[in-house]
């Protein structure tokens, strides 16, 4: 943000709902994508007094950012998508194609974003079956990651094979087990490596103490909701599918995020993003890097976005001096 600032652009970084100060709906329906985008709206035409703006998403944020393209394109003109390819339009919805990829109940692979639907009755009981899509507004994920915020960011940030986090000094997972039973029914943090003192140089140990802090404030429910709209999203797109993304797009993902392994690598990824963009302008693939690209290799991607954003300004409405976000 400071980066664009810099170079005479207006960057802003809202809180999505469910994040930081921003207000947390209890009910998961209230983080679907297309209530999401209602409120980029709002921001954008009614807080910045805009009718544009140039788009940038990572993981999540790139997941709803491709949707928003297609929801509001007069609004979002261009897009820079991070990390994830688009996810709609699918034969079935993600949560089928997960379960039916790592199977369901108590003999089904863990898999988080399955573990995320998972939900609990008000008493404590199960709502629903491992491999099934949510059935209740609160499950055992955020009550798991509420309960050690910092070991849960320090884990999920420290994750991958890049040599920036090489020389960490880890703790061994203390589940081994794939199955979803292994470990007394354990959640995800216990079968992560814990990473309880050292932090790579693109995490500095005040920006962690910052988002400790905000995650916090908000706690994980608003983030554990977004993939509790997977099959929501997938039906609210569902008139979308043959349609592609028509604004000018750039990716950025690392080449060794794991979610770039999951389409089988790069040139998977690339196949994938391209099936879905009609002015595909670049697919950045950035070496010895992981998930977190932009604070990964800030330099690199810094350098993308402004030639990006730079060569599209004139997309936005309204005066370029006053106007360029």
Not at 60 to 71: E, T
Not at 126 to 131: D, E, L, P, Q, V
Not at 175 to 201: E, I, K, M
Not at 266 to 273: D, L, N, P, S, W
């Given at each position: 943000?400071?980066?664009?600032?810099?170079?005479?652009?207006?960057?802003?970084?809202?809180?999505?709902?469910?994040?930081?100060?921003?207000?947390?709906?209890?009910?998961?329906?209230?983080?679907?994508?297309a209530?999401?985008?209602a409120?980029?709206?709002?921001?954008?035409?009614q807080?910045?007094?805009?009718?544009?703006?140039?788009?940038v998403?990572?993981?999540?944020?790139a997941?709803?950012?491709?949707?928003?393209?297609?929801?509001?394109?007069?609004?979002f003109?261009?897009?820079?998508?991070?990390?994830?390819?688009?996810?709609?339009?699918?034969?079935?919805?993600?949560?089928?194609?997960?379960?039916?990829?790592?199977?369901?109940?108590?003999?089904?692979?863990?898999?988080?974003?399955?573990?995320?639907?998972e939900?609990?009755?008000?008493d404590?009981?199960?709502?629903?079956g491992?491999?099934?899509?949510?059935?209740?507004d609160?499950?055992?994920a955020?009550?798991?990651?509420?309960?050690?915020?910092?070991?849960?960011?320090?884990?999920?940030?420290?994750?991958?094979?890049?040599?920036?986090l090489?020389?960490?000094?880890?703790?061994?997972?203390?589940?081994?087990?794939?199955?979803?039973?292994?470990?007394?029914?354990?959640?995800?943090?216990?079968?992560?490596?814990a990473?309880?003192?050292?932090?790579?140089?693109?995490?500095?140990?005040a920006?962690?103490?910052?988002?400790?802090?905000?995650?916090?404030?908000s706690?994980?429910?608003g983030?554990?909701?977004?993939?509790?709209?997977?099959?929501?999203?997938?039906?609210?797109t569902?008139?979308?599918?043959?349609?592609?993304?028509?604004?000018?797009?750039?990716f950025?993902?690392?080449?060794?995020d794991?979610v770039?392994?999951?389409?089988?690598?790069?040139?998977?990824?690339?196949?994938?993003?391209?099936?879905?963009?009609?002015?595909?302008?670049?697919?950045l693939?950035?070496?010895?890097?992981?998930?977190w690209?932009?604070?990964?290799?800030?330099?690199?991607?810094?350098?993308?976005?402004?030639?990006?954003?730079?060569?599209?300004?004139?997309l936005?409405?309204?005066?370029?001096?006053?106007?360029?976000?």
């Amino acid at each position: 943000m400071l980066f664009l600032a810099r170079n005479g652009f207006r960057a802003v970084a809202p809180d999505m709902r469910g994040f930081g100060a921003s207000d947390s709906p209890r009910r998961r329906q209230a983080f679907d994508s297309a209530t999401l985008c209602a409120d980029m709206v709002a921001l954008l035409r009614q807080e910045l007094r805009r009718e544009s703006c140039l788009l940038v998403g990572h993981d999540w944020g790139a997941i709803l950012a491709w949707q928003f393209c297609l929801f509001e394109p007069a609004c979002f003109v261009a897009l820079c998508a991070m990390s994830v390819p688009p996810m709609y339009g699918t034969p079935l919805s993600p949560i089928e194609h997960f379960a039916k990829l790592f199977g369901s109940g108590d003999a089904g692979l863990f898999f988080y974003i399955l573990y995320h639907n998972e939900t609990t009755h008000e008493d404590g009981s199960k709502a629903n079956g491992y491999g099934e899509e949510a059935a209740t507004d609160q499950g055992p994920a955020e009550a798991e990651y509420d309960g050690d915020v910092e070991g849960t960011l320090r884990r999920l940030y420290l994750l991958g094979t890049q040599s920036s986090l090489a020389g960490l000094r880890r703790e061994k997972a203390t589940v081994a087990g794939s199955a979803r039973a292994d470990g007394g029914h354990a959640g995800w943090l216990p079968r992560l490596p814990a990473v309880p003192q050292d932090l790579p140089l693109w995490l500095p140990a005040a920006d962690l103490a910052y988002f400790v802090e905000q995650y916090k404030l908000s706690g994980f429910r608003g983030g554990v909701n977004l993939y509790r709209n997977f099959k929501r999203n997938w039906q609210l797109t569902k008139h979308f599918t043959g349609s592609v993304v028509q604004q000018p797009v750039l990716f950025v993902a690392g080449a060794e995020d794991n979610v770039v392994h999951s389409y089988g690598g790069i040139e998977g990824a690339q196949r994938a993003v391209e099936a879905k963009c009609t002015q595909l302008e670049r697919c950045l693939f950035l070496e010895d890097t992981g998930h977190w690209c932009q604070q990964e290799n800030a330099e690199e991607v810094n350098a993308a976005l402004l030639d990006f954003v730079q060569r599209h300004q004139g997309l936005l409405a309204g005066s370029p001096a006053t106007s360029r976000m």
